[in-house]
């Protein structure tokens, strides 16, 4: 069963990509190379509503699938690589807290969510760093999963670069932000997507 509903996974990174390109697409000047994702569900961002609604969505189907991957991975990884699997989980339950602390809209004062919103995001990023980092260190060494493991820690070191490089952007406030930042998030996705597949596709 729990093998089964790692396929949340390839869902719920459905979910993030079309709330990302919806968003873009409804709101009129939105510029996706230079304003951050959570722009789209900032406070007074024109469609909120059904962009944040989307985003506990994924929020959902993340959680499902980082428990299960646990689970699975039970059968077969390493303590070290249980572990990060479990940080993976973590990382998700506290950024679901993002629907109750949105961003302030582009150009607004530092409100209390505002602020809150950006104490979650600098508790996510290490997470979201350690996760894939912990998933390959052991699972490296395993035969049949080498390549898995070796692409887990690439994308944890990318994570941790492209971070860097995302908050030194926003605190300088250089234009393309936007893409710096889909770069970092688009790496995570693309972890959770092929480890979600690799999982459901995996012989019993």
Known sequence: MAQKLT????????????HVLLGGWLWEGYRHLHQPISDLTAQG??????????TILYGICSIVFAASAYIVFKRFAPKVSRVGMLV??????????YGLFPQDAPGAPLSFTGMMHLAVTALIVPLTILAPLLVG?????DRDFKVYGQYSIATGVFIL???GTTAIFFAQGWPYFGLVERLNIGALQLWM???SLMLFTMKQ
Not at 88 to 97: G, K, N, P, R
């Open 45 to 54: 961002a024109p469609d909120r509503r059904i962009l944040t609604a989307m």
């Open 161 to 163: 670069i492209a971070g």
């Open 193 to 195: 997507l092929v480890s």
């Open 7 to 18: 396929i949340f996974g390839a869902i719920a990174v459905f979910f993030y990509v079309f």
């Open 137 to 141: 260190f052991r699972l490296r060494k």
């Open 88 to 97: 993976f989980l973590a990382m998700h339950l506290v950024s679901i807290t």
